[in-house]
C-alpha cells in the first residue's frame, strides 16, 4: 500500500513499455506483446510472459496462442488491447490491484487532438488517476541529457519498431518533426527478404531479429538462420556472413537520412548551422545497430552521437519531468 497512488512516467513504445516510479528509476521493461489463445481469443499473457508462452511472433501462428503488438508510434493501434496490457504493467508495478497512478506520458510530436484523446483514455482506462502529456521528443532530449531549454537548435532521432521520429528543438519546444515509417523492424524485415531471395528460406521475424542482433554482436564470421524452404516446406538453416546481414539496414538508413534531410529544410537557418556544428543525437533501441551511426555521419555530413542509454531515453526524460512536475510547466511556457 506504500505505493498506492505514486507518480509514474511510462513510455508506450511499440517493441517495448517502460515505467518509471519517482524515487525509484525504471521498475519495468517488458514487450508491448499480448498473448490470445487462438480457440477461445481469451487474453492469457502480456509482456514477458506473452512471448514466453508464444510459439509464433507478431502475429505468426503458434500451437496455442497469438501475439498481438497494440501500439504503434506511441499510439495505442487497439485500444482494448492497450488497456489492458498498460493496467496489467501498473499493476504489476505497484502489486496492487487498484493503484491508482497519477501518469506522465508520451504524446507524438505531431499529433492530432483525436490522437491526444486515445492516449488519454488508454491512461484513465487503466485506473490512472491523473495524465500529464510531453511531447516524444522533448522526453527523449531530456532522456538524453541535452539541454532542451537554451536557444541552439538539437536534433533527436529517434530509432523505434515501426518507425523512426526526427525532431529538431530549440527553446524548449518542438520546431520541425518528421516521421518515417520504418525502424528496427524494417531492418528486421529486410534481413528475413534477403534469406528468401536469396536462399528461398521463409524465415519468421522472431529469427530475422535473432539474426539481426547476432550480427551486431558478431562484426566477423557468419550467422546462421532457420525457416523453411519456400519449395518444400521443410526445416533449414543457412550460414549467412555477418557483414551481409548488416548490408541488408543499408536502405532503412537511407529513408532515415531522408527523413532528417527534410526536417532540417523546415527549420529556420540559424538552427541549420547549430546542427551542423551539434549534430544529432540517436536513441531508440534500432540506435543499438553498429555502423549506424557511421553511415548517418557519412549520409548527412555532420556529428552524430548515440545517447548513453538509447533504448531507455524516453523513459528518462519522462522519469525527469515525474521527479519535477513543475518542468512541465516551464517547457510549455517557452
Known amino acids: ?3 498506492l497512488g505514486r507518480d509514474l512516467a511510462i513510455d508506450l513504445g511499440a517493441a517495448g513499455t517502460r515505467i518509471y516510479a519517482k524515487g525509484r528509476g525504471i521498475v519495468l521493461d517488458e514487450p508491448s506483446v499480448v498473448l490470445r489463445d487462438r480457440q477461445t481469443g481469451r487474453v492469457v499473457g502480456f509482456g514477458a510472459e506473452a512471448l ?29 488491447l492497450a488497456r489492458r496490457m498498460i493496467r496489467h504493467f501498473l499493476r504489476k508495478v505497484h502489486r496492487h490491484p487498484f493503484p491508482r497512478p497519477r501518469l506522465v506520458m ?17 491512461g484513465f482506462e487503466a485506473e490512472a488517476r491523473g495524465i500529464l502529456l510531453v511531447k516524444h ?13 537554451d536557444g541552439a537548435g538539437h536534433m533527436v532521432v529517434d530509432i523505434g ?31 528475413a527478404r534477403l534469406v528468401e531471395d536469396e536462399h528461398g528460406l521463409l524465415a519468421d521475424e522472431r529469427e530475422a531479429e535473432s539474426a539481426k542482433l547476432r550480427a551486431t554482436r558478431e562484426p566477423t564470421g557468419n550467422v546462421l538462420i532457420r525457416g523453411r524452404d519456400a519449395g ?17 539496414a543499408v536502405q532503412p538508413v537511407e529513408h532515415i537520412v531522408r527523413a532528417a534531410e527534410y526536417t532540417m529544410e523546415r527549420c529556420p537557418p540559424e538552427l541549420t548551422a547549430d546542427l551542423g556544428e ?19 555521419q557519412e549520409g548527412l555530413s555532420m556529428p552524430v552521437r ?23 510547466a516551464k517547457l510549455r511556457r517557452r
Do not use: K
Open 1 to 3: 500500500m506504500s505505493l
Open 52 to 80: 514466453d508462452g508464444a510459439d509464433g511472433a507478431d502475429g505468426a501462428d503458434g500451437a496455442d496462442g497469438e501475439t498481438y503488438w497494440p501500439i504503434s508510434d506511441g499510439l495505442p493501434q487497439d485500444g482494448e
Open 106 to 122: 508520451a504524446v507524438p510530436d505531431e499529433f492530432t487532438p483525436i490522437e491526444r484523446v486515445a492516449l488519454r483514455d488508454a
Open 137 to 149: 521528443a522533448i522526453a527523449a532530449a531530456l532522456g538524453a541529457g541535452l539541454p532542451v531549454r
Open 161 to 191: 519498431r515501426d518507425a523512426t521520429r526526427v525532431a529538431v528543438l530549440s527553446c524548449g519546444a518542438v520546431v520541425a518533426a518528421g516521421t518515417v515509417r520504418g525502424g528496427g523492424n524494417a531492418v528486421t524485415r529486410a534481413v
Open 232 to 248: 518444400t516446406g521443410e526445416e533449414r538453416a543457412v550460414a549467412l556472413p555477418a557483414a551481409r546481414v548488416r548490408e541488408a
Open 278 to 296: 551539434r549534430g544529432m543525437v540517436l536513441v531508440g533501441g534500432g540506435a543499438l545497430l553498429p555502423g549506424l551511426r557511421r553511415r548517418l
Open 306 to 328: 548515440r545517447a548513453e542509454r538509447p533504448s531507455d531515453s524516453v523513459a528518462l526524460g519522462l522519469g525527469r519531468c515525474v521527479e519535477d512536475l513543475g518542468l512541465i
